[in-house]
């Protein structure tokens, strides 16, 4: 059986587009509500959802953004799903766990979600061993979130080694350059104007 899930994150938008989308993909039923994407919100609807599948059902979804409340969640859902014999198919993000190559995908992007995970907390404690080492003591000061302050560590630690423009790490990061800019003077780092990124291959 093909059941739907379709949600939106505020009253105010309109589920449509992805009822049309589902019902197009050939849907029986489709579970639907208006819930914000916050990683403690309750979705009783996708609750109620998951108590009613079946080995051999599929779960389809618009996009993979609208089945998790965060990576871990949305991993963990469909790590629940495999185990059970249900499929998944986002339609938007080509992404079908009925079928091998589905599969593969899938676990390919687990894998660069864990990685990403694993080089931020990597760059994090380089960050705080860098700066314990020039005698300041690490974690979180005042002004900044703990999110916020783990953020400033990685952008130090990046800033220092010269490797990237501030350009790139504020990508990296997914921050802007202001904020970028902020959280290295919270973190009394001394900015250098017009700088650029070391050579990948310097000179010899």
Partial sequence: MNIGYARVSTRD????????????AGCETIYQEKVSGGASASRPELE?????????DTVYIYKLDRLGRSLKHLLQVVGDLQQRGVGLVSLTD??????AQGRLVFNLFASLAEFERE?????THAGLAAARARGRVGGRQRGLSEEAERTAIIAETLYREQQLGVNEIAQRL???KVTLY?????RKVVI?????????????
């Fill in 13 to 24: 938008q309109n589920l449509e587009l992805q009822l049309d989308a589902l019902t197009k």
């Fill in 48 to 56: 109620r959802l998951l108590t009613q599948l079946r080995p051999g």
């Fill in 94 to 99: 080509a992404i079908n766990t009925t079928s």
């Fill in 119 to 123: 080089l931020i907390r990597e760059r």
């Fill in 174 to 176: 997914r921050i802007s």
């Fill in 182 to 186: 902020k959280y290295l003077r919270h």
């Fill in 192 to 204: 250098h104007a017009h700088r650029k990124p070391a050579p990948a291959n310097p000179p010899v």
